[in-house]
């Protein structure tokens, strides 16, 4: 479903970005891990767009996407949510996920009718407040709800244009330990056929929700296999998992 | 997301009622005030719909109305067009150059948008500064108003004229309500919120600014052919980047973002320079005390300020109102 071949990618003199190459089969739900500047948030700017690689190509359910920009790629079905939330802060919660529906069913650019009065926004935006448990927050402003609602949103917003394949950039970063353990169910209760591409440091929520775990280190995928292999993986346990291993 | 709140419904009244009765029982004088208040009303509200909505600081927008008014009038002058299409033809021209400036400027932010807007009016001022076919700086006269006799109108009245720009407001501000709810103007508000979240969820950010660009054009095109048509004669004046900073100071006085504000702020500015210019010449001096007084006070204009002070305990004492004679209603069903 989505693909790297051979990505690189440079800031100057540094080489964020070796040669990764990746594949995610439809449905496939991997982890990346790797400790702070391994590379995991620009590899997520290449895969969508928001970085050009300097080699290499994207592709997407087989199609060479490398050359396409940001939204062209969204709307062929790549959607990521982002590290720090990237809401509508003064709209609510209920707009927020009706603006990512009504850019998937076109009336986002109508120029008669209200777009999140359609009843295909609204059927949307229903499902998605469901899956993400924001049900009784739909009417609330973004800026007057708590830290973890926002987290559970900006997973809404880019679920709400019913990705073929969702990035998702340390879902769980600043929530407590009880918010993130809701967030596993969450994730595990996401359809079957999603492609899921999570960046996370939650050794728990990595290991409960992954088929498959990828790990880089400066750049390049010093590991590529299951969870289990993952775990017993000596070369992990040195450059990122001691302390977990510790704990 | 725009909304009418009950103060902004009762400002548009209180506005609406006070500009018909003063159409309705004003001398000559009077009207011709009206009619600039209307005109520049007219103005600040398509500056507001892409400002306060959507970000896009214009510094061309009154070379947007004089490109509406050029073209209405060489339509009709020069090309021997019936006013009425003129009029149509000049609002379509004016949206297609907004539409224009608007896809080019789309993919600049802040300082540089409104850099790149000053330069699409400069360089518009210029030309027609310049080009024989409109005139050059002796501009162009004989300018005709639209004949509305078979309806029992005769625009060549003031008073009649200052009616038909009311109606013509009201319906340009009915336009950019419904602009703003729509599916575009709301990936405009989503856009001036979060442009990056925009386009990653899929959106082509540009083609959004620039189709509501073009759309608040063409009611500063509309502008333009009433000014026309207001004074019979149109210079390069109305072009020049001074009349565009004059629309976002009313645009600021007034209220960015609230539609209703702006044109509060039309009415002030214009009855302001009226009145003070009676008293001293130096009547700009007065606006910008007025103006750093706004922007300290951090409020958003005169109406951000009512609406901050007041818009809250109204709309609580009509929910109050409301719930009383919801309750008187019940034993009378019972």
């Known amino acids: ?247 | 997301m725009f909304q009418h709140t009950a103060l902004r419904y009762t400002a548009l009244i209180l506005l609406a009622a006070g500009a018909f009765a003063q159409a309705v029982t004003a001398g000559y004088f009077g009207l011709e005030v009206l009619t600039e208040i209307l005109l520049l009303a007219m103005l600040v509200l398509a500056l507001d719909m892409v400002a306060g909505f959507g970000g896009m600081v214009s510094l061309c927008h009154g070379a947007l109305m004089g490109l509406g008014a050029y073209a209405y009038a060489i339509l009709t002058t020069k090309a021997g067009i019936a006013p009425p299409v003129a009029m149509a033809g000049a609002i379509a021209i004016t949206g297609v150059a907004a539409w224009v400036i608007g896809a080019i400027g789309a993919r600049s932010h802040g300082i540089y948008f409104i850099m790149a807007t000053l330069a699409f009016g400069q360089m518009a001022y210029s030309y027609v500064f310049e080009a024989p076919l409109f005139g050059g700086d002796d501009g162009m006269g004989g300018i005709p108003r639209l004949d509305l006799t078979l309806i029992g109108l005769d625009l060549n009245d003031s008073r009649s004229f200052a009616l038909f720009c009311l109606l013509l407001l009201a319906a340009s501000y009915g336009a950019a309500v419904l602009i703003l709810r729509s599916g575009l103007g709301r990936s405009l508000i989503g856009v001036m919120h979060n442009e990056q979240r925009m386009r990653a969820l899929g959106l082509t950010v540009w083609r959004i600014k620039a189709d509501v660009f073009g759309l608040s054009g063409m009611i500063a095109g509309l502008a333009g052919a009433l000014a026309a048509q207001h004074v019979m004669y149109i210079s390069p004046g109305p072009l020049a980047w001074t009349v565009s900073g004059e629309a976002l100071v009313v645009v600021i006085l007034g209220g960015l973002g609230t539609l209703v504000g702006p044109m509060i702020g039309a009415a002030a500015f214009v009855v302001l320079k009226h009145e003070v210019s009676n008293v001293t010449s130096y009547w700009h001096l007065v606006v910008g005390v007025l103006l750093i007084a706004v922007v300290m006070s951090r409020a958003n204009g005169l109406f951000g300020w009512i609406e901050a002070r007041w818009g809250a305990r109204l709309e609580r004492r009509l929910s109050d109102l409301t719930r009383k004679s919801d309750a008187e209603e019940v034993p009378t069903d019972a």
């Open chain 1, 1 to 247: 479903m989505l693909e790297t071949r051979n990505l690189d990618k440079s800031f100057g003199a540094v080489h964020v970005t070796r040669d990764v190459s990746l594949k995610l089969e439809r449905g496939e739900r991997r982890v990346i891990l790797g400790p702070n500047g391994a590379g995991k948030t620009t590899l997520f700017n290449l895969l969508v767009g928001e970085l050009t690689p300097d080699s290499g190509a994207v592709l997407l359910a087989g199609e060479d996407v490398t050359a396409l920009p940001v939204a062209k790629r969204a709307r062929r079905g790549l959607s990521r949510s982002y590290q720090k939330n990237t809401l509508f802060d003064g709209l609510t919660v209920e707009e927020n996920l009706g603006l990512a529906a009504a850019v998937h069913t076109g009336s986002a650019t109508r120029l008669w009718g209200d777009s999140l009065a359609t009843p295909e926004v609204r059927e949307i935006v229903e499902e998605v407040a469901e899956q993400v448990r924001l049900m009784p927050y739909l009417h609330a402003k973004v800026s007057e709800v708590s830290y973890g609602v926002r987290r559970q949103l900006e997973v809404g917003v880019a679920l709400a244009t019913r990705p073929l394949v969702l990035l998702m950039d340390e879902p769980t970063s600043g929530v407590g330990p009880e918010m993130a353990k809701g967030f596993h169910e969450l994730l595990n209760d996401l359809p079957r056929d999603l492609t899921l591409l999570i960046i996370e440091h939650d050794m728990d929520l990595a290991f409960d929700v992954a088929d498959t775990i990828t790990v880089l280190n400066y750049g390049e995928v010093v590991f590529d296999g299951l969870p289990d292999a993952a775990r017993g993986s000596k070369l992990l346990k040195e450059i990122y998992l001691g302390s977990w291993e510790d704990a």
